[in-house]
């Protein structure tokens, strides 16, 4: 090696000064002229009410203007095929890096999608087994159950030289099952739920909600279509009339003088109720839906998708039915134990890939979950396993709550993760609420001071002494500790479960207490939800609050996503002596202009989208018009654009007085949302305000008991314990709530606790403690009782 005789300091390079990345002027969504440095190759954390700013300046600023210059370095032509960003509205922002976000939207739920598909587990296992897999049965697609399998023959004409006709053939062999089309289930509609057949059609036969036998034009086709007699009850039809009736095609027919569509009463309920999302539905709606819908598991391949073929092929006894099946920490053993040189190079891609699962926490998985079944932090955890092995350097890492749905015992592991990105030279950004990761950041960004119009501000920059220290809402709850209940409520009953074994589940028994406030806990991938949801089925007495997204477009908001807005119309249309649908912005009263949406976008092509408000109605998203019609002093998008608390205020006393709407805005004031507006689009809402607006809403179902999965998710450390004062006036008022959580403090805040494990997958599925939370806390017995003990200062 060549020696250095300068021992001069090498003189400072200019790129060695870039070490910040600095943002000057932030205004997106509620950030108020937000300037701030954030340290480059170090851990920043960026905390802060929920609402306060923290996703639009790190995900809606950093990282999507990182993106978008990125996107910008392809051709036109690539980017015409990619998603088209807007530059943020930010004066100055400097020395960005590749960004990958790592965020908590929800996998997608198609019925196709698992865990291997979206990890690409699955493809490299399809390549293992058409290499390996005795019999041979094709290449990697005939063992995939999204491809099926296709033949084909006839003429072809080939227009080369001189046209000629030939004769051909086509033959692909897929994977798919041909009974389930990959879906694993069928469905079946159960006819008794669709109408009395001891009844005829004129006697009113259909039970179908809206169907009324004398005015409903869709029972009027039925009854006047001349195919079956409207005066015959159902179960003496002909086989040839109950085959039109239940799946005749569709013809024209004329009924009254009128020409409507007739088609079989099964194709028509698919394409009215089957094909709409059904958390879009009305409940009433939806509960025929679960009532009449049967999904049961194919019987043709057992659940497993595949064709008999695939599923013939075996490696070492396995097919690729068992591999997708098995727990993946079980799996990583089997592939590991696989020694074949031809596929080396496979074997150790895909036993990386395998191992990340486990390192990251979710080796109780299997490929063959689907991907919408998992929770907000497990989808998370899944779109981290790319990054683990990656030996990228100099990236930022955008993480959105990675200790979503982790146990204590599991955040200890996550953090490690985090620390390990960073310590290989990459920039980590984080928005978190949970104290223990908060404690690891080299630096601490803390927005606030309140939600809303009263965040959008930096209220602390530096380290975690400092925000101790400091006169924030963050600084001042960061070592907030929640006591255990000296007294708990007493049950006034018990709701019996007994052999529940859906996944993991072990046969369990457990009494779950009513009238009380139930936690139940465990490390995660423990079981908690298996028992919960698969154990306390929503009926009639149960109101059931998981973790799925709330569905909403632009156009809808907290007014039509609660139902606020139905009476405020009704109440309007009374006032002013006209239709209620004037009063709605996506119906007769919206703004021609617009068409309700209060801006007008212009779509250019590759090129970031340009939306800007509506000349017609300033923004309003009403007709001038409609604009015209008040109640109590105020027109509709006056009142659209009050916050929840001055709505609050409007609607409950004096001439502005409609009870049904100041119950919504009541609700909405418990879970803490009174600073919402009431028009401001979902889009724009935080994670934490959908989860409180989901439960506002849910709240308003009459049932005994409450059953909520993770009601912290996207908490502050301050809103947790409005939370915990919500749930004890929810108790108090006689219902009884079940939780599913991690949280210590609403632990120790509990009457009973439920603890699953004693780990995870095939490790866990028992209950291994029942008692009051002092019980657990003295006994420690289990990793939760240790960590609550540790809380608390036990």
């Given at each position: 090696?060549?020696?250095?005789?300068?021992?001069?300091?090498?003189?400072?390079?200019?790129?060695?000064?870039?070490?910040?990345?600095?943002?000057?002027?932030?205004?997106?969504?509620?950030?108020?002229?937000?300037?701030?440095?954030?340290?480059?190759?170090?851990?920043?954390?960026?905390?802060?009410?929920?609402?306060?700013?923290?996703?639009?300046?790190?995900?809606?600023?950093?990282?999507?203007?990182?993106?978008?210059?990125?996107?910008?370095?392809?051709?036109?032509?690539?980017?015409?095929?990619?998603?088209?960003?807007?530059?943020?509205?930010?004066?100055?922002?400097?020395?960005?890096?590749?960004?990958?976000?790592?965020?908590?939207?929800?996998?997608?739920?198609?019925?196709?999608?698992?865990?291997?598909?979206?990890?690409?587990?699955?493809?490299?296992?399809?390549?293992?087994?058409?290499?390996?897999?005795?019999?041979?049965?094709?290449?990697?697609?005939?063992?995939?159950?999204?491809?099926?399998?296709?033949?084909a023959s006839g003429a072809i004409t080939v227009e080369r030289g001189n046209k000629k006709t030939v004769k051909a053939t086509f033959d692909r062999t897929g994977g798919m099952c041909p009974r389930c089309e990959g879906r694993g289930t069928v469905s079946d509609i159960d006819l008794t739920q669709l109408y009395d057949d001891s009844?005829?059609?004129?006697?009113?036969?259909?039970?179908?909600?809206?169907?009324?036998?004398?005015?409903?034009?869709?029972?009027?086709?039925?009854?006047?279509?001349?195919?079956?007699?409207?005066?015959?009850?159902?179960?003496?039809?002909?086989?040839?009339?109950?085959?039109?009736?239940?799946?005749?095609?569709?013809?024209?027919?004329?009924?009254?003088?009128?020409?409507?569509?007739?088609?079989?009463?099964?194709?028509?309920?698919?394409?009215?109720?089957?094909?709409?999302?059904?958390?879009?539905?009305?409940?009433?709606?939806?509960?025929?839906?679960?009532?009449?819908?049967?999904?049961?598991?194919?019987?043709?391949?057992?659940?497993?998708?595949?064709?008999?073929?695939?599923?013939?092929?075996?490696?070492?006894?396995?097919?690729?039915?068992?591999?997708?099946?098995?727990?993946?920490?079980?799996?990583?053993?089997?592939?590991?134990?696989?020694?074949?040189?031809?596929?080396?190079?496979?074997?150790?891609?895909?036993?990386?890939?395998?191992d990340s699962f486990v390192e990251i926490g979710l080796g109780y998985l299997s490929l063959d979950r689907p991907s919408g079944t998992l929770s907000g932090g497990e989808a998370q955890r899944v779109r981290m396993i790319r990054h683990l092995g990656s030996s990228l350097t100099d990236v930022t890492y955008v993480f959105d709550e990675p200790t979503i749905g982790l146990h204590p015992h599991d955040i200890q592991r996550m953090n490690g993760l985090l620390l390990r990105l960073r310590d290989k030279g990459n920039t980590v950004l984080v928005v978190e609420h949970k104290p223990e990761t908060i404690v690891i950041a080299d630096h601490i960004v803390d927005l606030?001071?309140?939600?809303?119009?009263?965040?959008?501000?930096?209220?602390?920059?530096?380290?975690?002494?400092?925000?101790?220290?400091?006169?924030?809402?963050?600084?001042?709850?960061?070592?907030?500790?929640?006591?255990?209940?000296?007294?708990?409520?007493?049950?006034?009953?018990?709701?019996?479960?007994?052999?529940?074994?859906?996944?993991?589940?072990?046969?369990?028994?457990?009494?779950?207490?009513?009238?009380?406030?139930?936690?139940?806990?465990?490390?995660?991938?423990?079981?908690?939800?298996?028992?919960?949801?698969?154990?306390?089925?929503?009926?009639?007495?149960?109101?059931?609050?998981?973790?799925?997204?709330?569905?909403?477009?632009?156009?809808?908001?907290?007014?039509?996503?609660?139902?606020?807005?139905?009476?405020?119309?009704?109440?309007?249309?009374?006032?002013?002596?006209?239709?209620?649908?004037?009063?709605?912005?996506?119906?007769?009263?919206?703004?021609?202009?617009?068409?309700?949406?209060?801006?007008?976008?212009?779509?250019?092509?590759?090129?970031?989208?340009?939306?800007?408000?509506?000349?017609?109605?300033?923004?309003?998203?009403?007709?001038?018009?409609?604009?015209?019609?008040?109640?109590?002093?105020?027109?509709?998008?006056?009142?659209?654009?009050?916050?929840?608390?001055?709505?609050?205020?409007?609607?409950?006393?004096?001439?502005?007085?409609?009870?049904?709407?100041?119950?919504?805005?009541?609700?909405?004031?418990?879970?803490?949302?009174?600073?919402?507006?009431?028009?401001?689009?979902?889009?724009?809402?935080?994670?934490?305000?959908?989860?409180?607006?989901?439960?506002?809403?849910?709240?308003?179902?009459?049932?005994?008991?409450?059953?909520?999965?993770?009601?912290?998710?996207?908490?502050?450390?301050?809103?947790?314990?409005?939370?915990?004062?919500?749930?004890?006036?929810?108790?108090?008022?006689?219902?009884?709530?079940?939780?599913?959580?991690?949280?210590?403090?609403?632990?120790?805040?509990?009457?009973?606790?439920?603890?699953?494990?004693?780990?995870?997958?095939?490790?866990?599925?028992?209950?291994?403690?029942?008692?009051?939370?002092?019980?657990?806390?003295?006994?420690?017995?289990?990793?939760?009782?240790?960590?609550?003990?540790?809380?608390?200062?036990?």
């Amino acid at each position: 090696m060549a020696t250095r005789t300068d021992t001069r300091a090498p003189a400072p390079q200019a790129s060695d000064s870039h070490d910040l990345i600095r943002v000057h002027g932030a205004r997106v969504n509620n950030l108020k002229d937000v300037s701030v440095e954030i340290p480059k190759r170090r851990l920043t954390v960026f905390t802060g009410v929920s609402g306060s700013g923290k996703s639009s300046l790190v995900f809606s600023t950093i990282a999507a203007e990182s993106q978008r210059m990125i996107n910008e370095t392809y051709s036109a032509f690539v980017q015409g095929f990619m998603p088209t960003l807007a530059r943020p509205e930010v004066d100055v922002l400097e020395g960005l890096t590749t960004a990958i976000i790592v965020d908590q939207q929800r996998l997608g739920a198609d019925p196709r999608s698992t865990v291997g598909t979206v990890t690409d587990a699955n493809a490299m296992l399809r390549i293992l087994f058409s290499r390996l897999g005795e019999p041979h049965i094709g290449p990697p697609g005939a063992y995939a159950f999204n491809v099926p399998s296709v033949r084909a023959s006839g003429a072809i004409t080939v227009e080369r030289g001189n046209k000629k006709t030939v004769k051909a053939t086509f033959d692909r062999t897929g994977g798919m099952c041909p009974r389930c089309e990959g879906r694993g289930t069928v469905s079946d509609i159960d006819l008794t739920q669709l109408y009395d057949d001891s009844k005829s059609l004129s006697e009113g036969a259909f039970t179908i909600p809206g169907w009324k036998s004398d005015s409903q034009w869709t029972v009027q086709v039925y009854a006047q279509s001349g195919f079956v007699d409207p005066d015959k009850p159902i179960r003496r039809y002909t086989r040839k009339e109950l085959q039109d009736f239940l799946y005749g095609e569709p013809v024209k027919v004329k009924v009254n003088g009128v020409n409507l569509t007739y088609e079989g009463l099964i194709p028509k309920i698919q394409k009215s109720f089957l094909s709409k999302d059904k958390e879009a539905m009305q409940p009433h709606i939806r509960a025929f839906v679960e009532r009449a819908v049967t999904f049961t598991t194919c019987p043709e391949c057992e659940g497993t998708r595949l064709s008999e073929g695939a599923r013939s092929s075996k490696i070492d006894r396995v097919s690729i039915a068992d591999a997708c099946a098995m727990q993946i920490s079980d799996l990583a053993a089997w592939v590991r134990g696989l020694d074949e040189p031809s596929v080396a190079p496979l074997l150790t891609a895909l036993g990386g890939t395998l191992d990340s699962f486990v390192e990251i926490g979710l080796g109780y998985l299997s490929l063959d979950r689907p991907s919408g079944t998992l929770s907000g932090g497990e989808a998370q955890r899944v779109r981290m396993i790319r990054h683990l092995g990656s030996s990228l350097t100099d990236v930022t890492y955008v993480f959105d709550e990675p200790t979503i749905g982790l146990h204590p015992h599991d955040i200890q592991r996550m953090n490690g993760l985090l620390l390990r990105l960073r310590d290989k030279g990459n920039t980590v950004l984080v928005v978190e609420h949970k104290p223990e990761t908060i404690v690891i950041a080299d630096h601490i960004v803390d927005l606030g001071p309140g939600a809303g119009t009263a965040g959008g501000t930096v209220c602390f920059e530096g380290t975690v002494e400092g925000l101790r220290a400091g006169d924030t809402v963050t600084g001042r709850h960061f070592d907030d500790r929640a006591a255990v209940k000296k007294t708990v409520r007493e049950p006034t009953g018990v709701l019996e479960i007994r052999g529940a074994h859906t996944h993991n589940l072990r046969e369990v028994d457990v009494d779950v207490p009513l009238g009380v406030l139930t936690v139940v806990t465990g490390v995660a991938g423990s079981g908690k939800s298996s028992l919960v949801h698969g154990s306390i089925p929503p009926g009639e007495n149960v109101v059931s609050v998981d973790q799925g997204a709330i569905r909403g477009s632009r156009r809808s908001n907290p007014a039509t996503y609660t139902g606020l807005l139905d009476p405020i119309r009704k109440a309007f249309a009374k006032a002013n002596d006209v239709k209620p649908a004037l009063f709605s912005a996506n119906s007769e009263g919206a703004c021609p202009g617009c068409n309700g949406a209060g801006v007008v976008y212009s779509d250019l092509a590759m090129m970031a989208g340009v939306a800007s408000t509506c000349d017609e109605c300033e923004g309003k998203r009403f007709q001038p018009a409609v604009l015209e019609y008040r109640f109590a002093g105020r027109d509709i998008s006056e009142v659209l654009a009050m916050s929840v608390t001055e709505a609050e205020e409007f609607f409950g006393t004096g001439e502005g007085r409609i009870p049904a709407a100041h119950r919504v805005l009541g609700r909405l004031s418990d879970v803490g949302l009174g600073y919402l507006s009431l028009g401001q689009p979902l889009t724009t809402l935080s994670g934490g305000e959908r989860q409180r607006l989901k439960l506002a809403t849910h709240m308003a179902e009459k049932g005994g008991v409450y059953v909520l999965d993770e009601p912290t998710a996207g908490l502050h450390l301050a809103d947790v314990q409005q939370l915990l004062g919500l749930l004890d006036r929810i108790v108090d008022s006689g219902t009884s709530v079940v939780v599913v959580e991690h949280h210590q403090a609403v632990m120790a805040h509990a009457d009973w606790i439920i603890d699953l494990g004693p780990g995870a997958g095939h490790d866990g599925g028992r209950i291994v403690f029942e008692g009051t939370p002092a019980d657990l806390v003295a006994g420690r017995a289990t990793l939760t009782g240790e960590h609550l003990a540790a809380y608390v200062g036990a």
